[in-house]
């Protein structure tokens, strides 16, 4: 399966935080997926992961919060990242 990465980064936003974010567009949807994407976005406090989206292999899109893992419902890049800013804000205050 051909990816084509479009974007990586790691961003700094607090002394013991920070955020990971990786998105690939694929030639074909995941098993478990509609879309031609693959993701990974993460917020670490601490050296804990507390905010995960992802949508791994045959589970689909979804995301984690804490010890907590709930469906999500992936419409595109842009929507996805917005959505995981608006949830790191959450996390932060």
């Known amino acids: 399966m051909k990816a084509g990465l479009l974007l990586s980064e790691r961003r700094v936003i607090a002394e013991n935080t920070f955020v990971e974010?990786?998105?690939?567009?694929?030639?074909?949807?995941?098993?478990?997926?509609?879309?031609?994407?693959?993701?990974?976005?993460?917020?670490?406090?601490?050296?804990?992961?507390?905010?995960?989206?992802?949508?791994?292999?045959?589970?689909?899109?979804?995301?984690?919060?804490?010890?907590?893992?709930?469906p999500y419902a992936f419409n595109s890049p842009e929507a996805l990242l917005g959505d995981f800013w608006k949830d790191v804000d959450k996390w932060r205050h």
Not at 43 to 50: D, F, Q, Y
């Open 21 to 70: 974010m990786a998105v690939w567009r694929l030639s074909s949807p995941l098993p478990g997926s509609r879309r031609g994407f693959k993701y990974r976005l993460a917020l670490v406090v601490n050296g804990s992961c507390v905010l995960r989206c992802d949508n791994e292999a045959g589970k689909g899109d979804h995301k984690h919060e804490g010890s907590e893992e709930t």
